[in-house]
């Protein structure tokens, strides 16, 4: 079987494409691994009627949404290849099924990269956060420690304030500030510590102590972290495909990319990662994919 569009990946864009396709009356396989970057994560908000929605909850009701529609199919499988020589396209997975396909959505979404600080993966997504849009609200009373560890650290103190300007900065020794930067968060009464992170410390999942090398300690429940993004599959890459300013992949307004008949939606394509914002990009795609069947049709 040929399938007129092959999503891969299982998060809010490739959700979402799936639906807008499969009521586009396509027929549509949806290859998902089932490791969303959203998998430690407690609660997801900012998506209006899902506001504070568990991230396995949502995507239980978006396979429901999905299984209305006898014309998309959803598997469970990783995708190892892509030949986009072929035509149709073809598909292999880790289990050794192939696919064919005339179009492709990718949809593989970006991963966390955390800085290297022992224990930092334990307090990630329960009490250590990256994103104050996401979990700001929840910690607008606290008192917080930012981990500053990247050249967009001065920029997420910023967008912290917002909600919490009740912050300690830590930088692991790191050089993320410049003068300019530092005499701002001076003026601003921003506490700054450059001692090196020996290993964060808590139980399960909670925060409770920063413990640095020279044997200070700092007494913080909970947190930001600046981090890096990249791409959470090889495809990109791989590919050949044209990227952003942002490492995603560069897309027109209907998420085509630089090669015919693959396009990008969510995450893998543009940011901010908010679950709202990835789930209409997957849609923009989908509405890409079909517009250009109609085109070669009508």
Known sequence: MVY??????????????SLALGRGKKEVILLDDDAPRNAVTQE???FITRDGVKPAEFREAAHADLKKYSNIVIQKDRVTNIDSAASPFRIHTETGKDYKA???????????VLPEIQGIHDFYGKSLFACPFCDGWELKDTPLVYIADGEFSFHGIKMISNWNKDIVVCTNGKESFSTEERDILAQKQFEVIDDEILRLQGEN????????????????????VSFKMEQAAPFAERLGLELNDMGGIKTDSQGRTSIKGIYAGGDTASGPPQLII??????????GVISDFVEETF
């Open 44 to 46: 997801s908000h900012n």
């Open 278 to 287: 990835a789930a209409s990009e997957g849609s923009k795609a989908a509405i």
């Open 4 to 17: 007129d569009c092959v999503v891969i990946g299982g998060g809010p864009a490739g959700l979402n494409a």
């Open 102 to 112: 005339k179009t492709i959505i990718l949809a593989t979404g970006l991963k966390d």
């Open 205 to 224: 999942g909670q925060l409770k102590t920063i413990l640095f090398k020279n044997g200070n300690e700092l007494y913080k429940e909970a947190g930001f």
